[in-house]
């Protein structure tokens, strides 16, 4: 199962302020250690919000809203892709984790949809072309 795991966002990391050395070092060794284990897909930091926008979608109309974004404990700082075979397994990975921040901070973890959840909605034929654009994708990015 896939999962997106979420580092969510502090004041520290909403003013753009850098980890100190020590955690960097520790987020690396704790990054090899899910590569090694075959665990993480992909993983980055995020920019502050200041730095990002939010499309607002309302019918055929398209706002463009310029961050900060108010609500802090609701943005995500950082994120892995993981691929384990359960929630709990995520789950002990994730307590694992250092403390991504430089206080009280939380991890979310979210499984993705998979093909299957779609039921009757994904036809063969979508589920056909689904399959081409991952192809694709994972062609580009080998």
Known sequence: MRVMVMV????????????SEELIAAMTDYNEELVKAGVMVSGDGLQPSSRGVRIHFDGANRTVIDGPFAETKELVAGFWIWNVASMEEAVEW????????????DIEIRPFFEMEDFGEAMTPEL???????REELEARNA
């Open 8 to 19: 969510k966002a502090d004041k520290h990391s909403e003013a753009g302020e850098m980890p």
């Open 94 to 105: 994730a307590r694992r984790c250092p403390n991504p921040q430089m206080g009280p901070s």
């Open 127 to 133: 589920r056909a072309r689904e399959d081409r654009l």
